[in-house]
């Protein structure tokens, strides 16, 4: 069964112009539809290919999932921060650690509970900013007082004075400053 259909159609393929004789037809000869056929098979291949490699990646996030002790370096891996990162949370209180000989285990249900707090209490209470004219730069600390370097910035962090930035420029409140140092002025 013939068909006197003639339709102007474009090679998918090779992307030359074609007559086709059925609506179904995608290229334009033997050969074409033959390279389509495998580069159709390659392009499922690779899908394939890239779906199992998805699932080998995933495969240790689901085991980690799954336990309810996991070590420091399967909780980054769950959580995606850093060793450092959860050492921290540990010394802030915030995710407890147990020792078990040579091994610190975490619980999974403290990770759990670390993001079912509520948004405020996850974000530190940050200081109002001091206008900065009512501030001092490191610098002129240094020359009002005659203290050190090594000094200043330990007073500030022992007393955890907040510090603004401006540019390069670290900027501390004046009147924190004044109560801490004027004693010890002549």
Do not use: W
Not at 85 to 92: G, P, T
Not at 119 to 143: F, G, N, W
Not at 164 to 183: E, F
Request: charge should be positive; proline fraction near 5%; aromatic fraction near 6%.
């Amino acid at each position: 069964m013939s068909s006197n259909i003639r339709i102007i159609r474009i090679c998918q393929q090779c992307g030359n112009e074609f007559e086709a004789r059925k609506t179904t037809s995608k290229t334009c000869s033997d050969a074409c539809a033959k390279k389509a056929y495998k580069a159709r098979q390659r392009a499922g291949k690779i899908e394939a290919s890239d779906q199992q490699t998805l699932q080998t990646k995933l495969k240790p996030i689901e085991d980690i999932k799954a336990q309810e002790f996991l070590t420091v370096d399967e909780s980054a891996k769950l959580i995606r921060i850093s060793r450092r990162s959860l050492y921290r949370l540990n010394e802030r209180g915030e995710l407890p650690f147990v020792k078990l000989n040579r091994r610190t285990v975490i619980r999974r249900s403290d990770i759990d509970r670390l993001f079912d707090r509520p948004a405020e209490l996850l974000e530190k209470s940050r200081p109002i900013p001091t206008p900065l004219v009512d501030c001092y730069t490191m610098k002129e600390i240094r020359e009002k007082y005659g203290i050190s370097d090594k000094a200043l910035y330990d007073l500030i962090l022992r007393h955890e004075i907040p510090k603004q930035y401006s540019g390069i420029y670290a900027y501390v409140p004046k009147t924190q400053i004044d109560t801490l140092l004027s004693p010890t002025l002549p």
